[in-house]
């Protein structure tokens, strides 16, 4: 008797899994999510960061800088936020 409802078979007989499930860490969707997230906070915390020493910064008088004989902070100056 043949089966009714034929499924997709891999190279070794098994049944294949619906993709995008989350069933291995290789799927690709969820592999995406996963660093899109880690980047954003990546990118969330250097910009933090670089607020952080502008702040100090542009605190400090002109004297104070010259005195101290400090630099810019070499990250760029955030633009939005």
């Keep these: 008797m043949p089966n009714d409802n034929p499924k997709k078979r891999g190279p070794k007989g098994a049944v294949k899994h619906q ?3 989350g069933h291995d ?4 969707p969820i592999k995406n999510r996963r660093f899109q ?4 906070r990546r990118r969330r915390l250097l910009e933090e960061e670089a ?3 502008w702040e100090l910064y542009d ?11 400090l630099k810019e ?5 955030p633009t939005h936020g």
């Design 73 to 77: 902070p070499k990250l760029p100056r």
């Design 59 to 69: 605190k400090l008088t002109d004297e104070q800088r010259r005195l101290m004989e």
């Design 37 to 40: 997230k880690r980047a954003a």
């Design 51 to 53: 607020r952080r020493q």
């Design 25 to 28: 860490s290789k799927s690709g």
């Design 19 to 21: 993709p995008g499930r």
